[in-house]
């Protein structure tokens, strides 16, 4: 099966600074997403990183806060900007192969703000 | 409005006692129920995508069930390495995306020697 990774796997910032995550898989995808898992909480989808556009977010995130990248079919990143305590949270991205509704997460990106 | 309940929230199991874990769901239309299972400090890890009433799929010691309201996650003589989180999941009928999936907060298990 396909490998998915992300970078950094955790970091500590500084309220106001900004991180990009980096999700690379090792294949070819259909679709790649981001969620983000709160303390105690399950999965929330940000958003759909959609190739070559922009992309589509769901309801209460906005690309001003949530910068997407995906320039080609096995790389997107995810920026997390104006960070504050509230920010700090396990950052996930899935990918979808085929048509399929099947999604596989990667390792988690681990993001503390202080 | 969409929603994914899972219960227990916690179980305690002893190595080799049988159980089943919850999933009950509404959504419009569904178009696949998902079981995954995730450790401390990692992503989720797919483990069954069930499509209609009926259907039955097993993996190891895990068998999944689906009816028209709710999924079962039965797990057979357990084993301590099947400590985990596991979560259920359906497609949103809402999402701007179309692809999102609606996760229950999880059901937390531990299983002791």
């Known amino acids: 099966s396909a490998v998915i990774s992300q970078k950094p796997s955790r970091d500590i910032c500084q309220r106001g600074t900004s991180l990009t995550i980096q999700c690379q898989v090792d294949?070819?995808?259909?679709?790649m997403f981001w969620y983000r898992q709160q303390p105690g909480q399950s999965l929330t989808l940000i958003a759909t990183a959609n190739q070559g556009s922009e992309a589509t977010y769901e309801s209460g995130f906005v690309i001003d806060k949530f910068p997407i990248s995906r320039p080609n079919l096995t790389f997107s990143t995810l920026t997390v900007s104006n960070m504050s305590p509230e920010d700090s949270s396990i950052y996930l991205c899935?990918?979808?192969?085929?048509?399929?509704?099947?999604?596989?997460f990667g390792p988690g990106t681990r993001l503390t703000v202080t | 409005e969409d929603q994914v309940t899972q219960s227990p929230e916690a179980l305690r199991l002893q190595e080799g006692e049988s159980s089943s874990l919850n999933c009950s769901y509404t959504?419009?239309?569904?178009?696949?129920l998902f079981w995954y299972r995730q450790d401390p400090g990692k992503g989720p890890e797919f483990l069954f995508t069930?499509?209609?009433a009926g259907e039955e799929k097993e993996k190891e010691r895990l068998k999944a069930t689906l009816t028209k309201k709710e999924s079962f996650l039965h797990i057979t003589a357990p084993k301590p390495e099947d400590s985990a989180t596991y979560l259920c999941?359906?497609?949103?009928?809402?999402?701007?995306?179309?692809?999102?999936?609606?996760f229950g907060k999880g059901t937390s298990l531990l299983v002791t020697p």
């Open positions: 999941a359906v497609p949103h009928s809402n999402s701007n995306s179309g692809y999102a999936l609606n």
């Open positions: 959504v419009s239309g569904l178009r696949g």
């Open positions: 069930l499509y209609s």
């Open positions: 294949s070819q995808v259909t679709m």
């Open positions: 899935s990918v979808v192969w085929g048509s399929s509704y099947e999604q596989y």
